[in-house]
């Protein structure tokens, strides 16, 4: 898919934020959007203002992904591109909650697990279908502060990685957006640390989902918002030990902070 135009895209996590901007600029782009958030009130808003269908839910339990998918079928027709936003940060390391690690699993991983469950049948036999994760650039490299949430998006990562090596050549585009900060409930709603070490390199959700029709365009499998991204992520590769000093450094200076 090169144009959205006419395309039946759900956006997960659209009642706000990046997901907001997604269903924005799609939209604009002449997408029919369906707009899901497990915030009822979020969704509606969003789907009202950009001429789309909400379905609230929770994107992420077994249930919900397939309330959601039939959901949209039944507006959509098949869907075209499926945008697998929503996305929660906890904080903390192995001493974090159970609770905080396994809501980390189930709506940064799994969700884009049962949403591919549901989506690949109809799309390898018309042999097209397209799936944009987002992740982060916390899935490429790491984050300071927050266990759950780098090794979560690592995972999901390496689910989109191992979609577009199994499904590509039947007709499968998978691409996974890796952003540092940007300025949404997410990132106003962290710690002063995290503060700290992303703030200042924040961009807007807008600037998110214009790389996200610039990849769309495309079809390249990494959509770096930040593209100084790239050149930390070819570090991490080629100079390990040197980039876990350099982000032990950041780790002590954000403990400075107190
Ligand atoms: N903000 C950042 O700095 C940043 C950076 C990199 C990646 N990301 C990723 O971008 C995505 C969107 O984040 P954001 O910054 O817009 O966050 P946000 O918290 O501002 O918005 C996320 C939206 O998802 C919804 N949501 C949460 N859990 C849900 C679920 N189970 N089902 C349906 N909806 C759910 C929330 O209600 C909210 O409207 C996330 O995957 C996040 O990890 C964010």
């Known amino acids: 898919m090169k144009s959205v135009s006419g395309a039946g ?41 950009v001429g789309g269908t909400a379905v609230a839910g929770d994107a992420a339990s077994e249930d919900g992904v397939a309330a959601l998918v039939a959901a949209a079928r039944a507006e959509l027709g098949e869907i075209d591109l499926f945008c697998a936003n929503a996305g929660i940060a906890m ?6 909650a159970e609770a905080d690690w396994d809501a980390s699993w189930q709506v940064n991983v799994m969700a884009h697990v049962r949403a591919a469950r549901l ?9 097209s279908g397209h799936l944009i ?22 995972g999901a990562l390496a689910f989109a990685e191992w979609l577009a ?18 300025r949404t409930p997410m990132l106003d709603g962290a710690d002063p640390r995290t503060e700290a070490l992303l703030g200042a390199s924040a961009i807007q959700p807008e600037a998110v989902a214009d790389a996200v029709l610039e990849g769309i365009a495309d079809g390249r499998f990494l959509i770096l918002p930040h593209p ?14 040197r980039w876990l000093r350099g982000m032990s450094k950041v780790q002590q200076r954000l403990e400075e902070l107190g």
């Open 91 to 96: 904080i903390g390391g192995p001493e974090a």
């Open 165 to 182: 090596v199994t499904y590509a050549h039947r007709g499968l585009t998978v691409q996974a957006i890796c952003p540092l900060g940007v």
């Open 119 to 127: 989506l690949l049948g109809p799309w390898l036999e018309r042999g």
């Open 228 to 241: 100084e991204v790239a050149g930390m992520y070819a570090g991490r590769a080629a100079e390990t030990d």
């Open 133 to 154: 994760c987002t992740v982060s650039a916390a899935g490429l490299l790491t984050v300071p502060g927050s266990a759950p949430y780098a090794v979560t998006k690592h």
């Open 9 to 49: 895209v759900v956006v997960t996590g659209g009642g706000g934020g990046i997901g907001a901007a997604l269903c924005r600029r799609l939209a604009a782009e002449g997408a029919r959007v369906v707009v899901n958030d497990i915030n009822a009130r979020a969704a509606a808003a969003v789907a009202t203002s």
